[in-house]
């Protein structure tokens, strides 16, 4: 039996970081992935095919020109779908192309198989022809990620019922799309569909949408999706989804009955350790098959078997999955990790994009801190009308006490992009006086926390304390 110092189930972001930062540190390392390729959900059904068909879509269909030529310009008239997969297919040979590259250079080795538990520091491989392999591991991180949640009342049917996975397999665009449930997931299809002329609606349980965004982000996003006829219908649960003369009928608890060409079922996704054989270890996961670690090593209650990425929960991102996985690597082979910064930014690749680093406006409340906001609109900067915008905003918060940016909030073009600006500066732990003071590119919609950085200076004032006491105290 082959033994190694760290054994990786599932090459997704969480494994793959893992792996690589093992094996720089001169460690025996071995990744298995039960997929086809490597990668995991993040290359071959998650992140980059979802980011690369909204990319399509937003350059076939012109989108970004639309504030000059109007909401009936478009770049390629009839779109359909082998247009979205020609570039997908490409995107997705590129991502495992750099992948596998690394993984050989750095000396990781990879099997292709199913992983499960035969005790702790064993573990038995099934291989696609049938072959089984047994290998050993003095550490084994899990990073199997998550699969869509497929409850059993609904037809799925591969073709027009469908989860998030399904969604890249589609053989023609529907006219008619009901979304069901209004999480990221949900919410970055719908808009896609409906930039490509798709008629969206929609359905949610909650009477809101995407909580952990700042209300007026979400305010101004949920306008811009109305303004475009979206239908959103939130405080509603699906009653059934059933396929009527071709169509599917989606029936709501309160009677209402919408038709349409395909239904995307989007309700959320769960851990995919059902075939580990995770009692062999002793170990169990929740309802929704997420693991419990310890939040600073990622060790799981078997000190030596680390869990990394989205089969621990929230955040449930790709890029920290890679940071999950780097620092559980490093706790295994007894290397010590700094702590992470306190803030990192989440993205929604909706059309338009959602950015968001730090505290809301209401988790600033719940905490009682005095505040000031700041706002740019994307219309106010030269960037702005170069390119055409109508919408976009940039909202920051600053303490009254310190004057320190607490959150960067936006919702527009390059949001995803501009983000890391108000980040660096929230983790450095600058004041609004960072923006007041410094020259921003012009014309850039980077101007824009300029503008909100003014905004907000004006009205908290000038700074009391005098420019040499502040360089004293810093
Ligand atoms: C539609 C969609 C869009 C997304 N968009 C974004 C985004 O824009 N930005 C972002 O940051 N995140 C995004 N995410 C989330 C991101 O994809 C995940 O956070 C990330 O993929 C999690 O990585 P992971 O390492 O936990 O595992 P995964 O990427 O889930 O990979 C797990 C791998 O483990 C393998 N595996 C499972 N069980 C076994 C076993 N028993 N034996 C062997 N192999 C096994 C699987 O085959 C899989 O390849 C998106 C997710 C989805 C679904
Ligand atoms: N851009 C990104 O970073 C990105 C993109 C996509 C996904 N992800 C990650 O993937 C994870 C999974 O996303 P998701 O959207 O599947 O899950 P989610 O848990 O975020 O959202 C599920 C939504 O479905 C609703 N829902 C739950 N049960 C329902 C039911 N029975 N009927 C109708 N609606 C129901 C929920 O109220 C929620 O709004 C997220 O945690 C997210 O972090 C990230």
């Avoid at 690369?52 to 779109?79: D, M, P």
């Avoid at 040979?93 to 199913?114: A, I, M, P, T, W």
């Avoid at 099934?126 to 409850?151: C, M, N, S």
Wanted: glycine share 10%; aromatic share 6%; charged share 25%.
């Amino acid at each position: 039996m082959n033994m190694y110092d760290l054994v990786v189930i599932g090459s997704g972001p969480a494994g793959r970081r893992a792996a690589i930062q093992a094996a720089k540190l001169d460690k025996k390392v071995l990744v298995i992935e039960k997929g086809t390729r490597v990668g995991g959900v993040s290359v071959h059904t998650g992140t980059i095919p979802s980011k690369t068909l909204r990319e399509t879509a937003l350059n076939l269909t012109g989108w970004r020109e639309r504030g000059f030529y109007g909401r009936s310009y478009r770049v390629k008239q009839e779109i359909n779908a082998d247009d979205l997969r020609r570039r997908l297919l490409i995107t997705l040979d590129h991502e495992v192309e750099v992948l596998e590259h690394q993984f050989s250079r750095n000396r990781v080795h990879h099997l292709r198989g199913k992983a499960h538990f035969i005790d702790a520091h064993t573990i038995e491989v099934i291989k696609e022809d049938g072959e089984v392999l047994h290998v050993g591991a003095t550490a084994v991180l899990l990073a199997v990620g998550t699969r869509p949640f497929r409850p059993s009342h609904i037809p799925f049917d591969g073709s027009s019922i469908i989860d998030s996975d399904e969604i890249l397999e589609i053989k023609h665009l529907p006219r008619s799309l009901v979304v069901i449930g209004a999480g990221v997931i949900g919410i970055e299809y719908a808009t896609i569909f409906s930039a490509l002329d798709t008629a969206v609606t929609v359905i949610e349980p909650r009477d809101t949408m995407l909580d952990f965004i700042d209300k007026e982000i979400v305010e101004d996003f949920t306008y811009q999706l109305r303004d475009r006829n979206m239908k959103l219908v939130f405080g509603q649960t699906v009653e059934a989804v059933e396929k009527v003369d071709g169509k599917c009928r989606v029936t709501l608890k309160n009677g209402r009955v919408i038709s349409a060409e395909m239904v995307l079922y989007a309700a959320g996704r769960v851990g995919a350790v059902d075939s580990l054989n995770l009692q062999a270890i002793g170990l169990e996961a929740d309802n929704r098959g997420r693991l419990k670690v310890n939040p600073e090593t990622f060790q799981t209650a078997v000190p030596h078997i680390y869990a990394a990425g989205d089969v621990v929960g929230f955040p449930s991102l790709a890029s920290t999955s890679m940071e999950q996985g780097r620092i559980a690597a490093r706790h295994a082979v007894g290397a010590p990790s700094q702590d992470p910064p306190q803030y990192f930014p989440y993205g929604i690749y909706a059309v338009p994009e959602i950015s968001t680093c730090g505290l809301t406006e209401e988790e600033v409340i719940q905490r009682g801190i005095p505040y000031e906001t700041g706002i740019a609109h994307f219309r106010e900067t030269s960037r702005g009308h170069i390119m055409g915008l109508d919408s976009g905003m940039l909202k920051m918060i600053f303490s009254l006490k310190t004057r320190r940016l607490l959150g960067v909030h936006i919702v527009g073009e390059g949001a995803t992009e501009l983000v890391h600006i108000g980040q660096a500066v929230l983790n450095l732990k600058g004041t609004v006086e960072y923006f007041v003071e410094n020259t921003f590119n012009y014309p850039t919609l980077a101007e824009a926390y300029k503008i909100a950085g003014l905004d907000a200076w004006n009205r908290m004032g000038e700074l009391k304390v005098e420019k040499q006491e502040r360089k004293a105290a810093e």
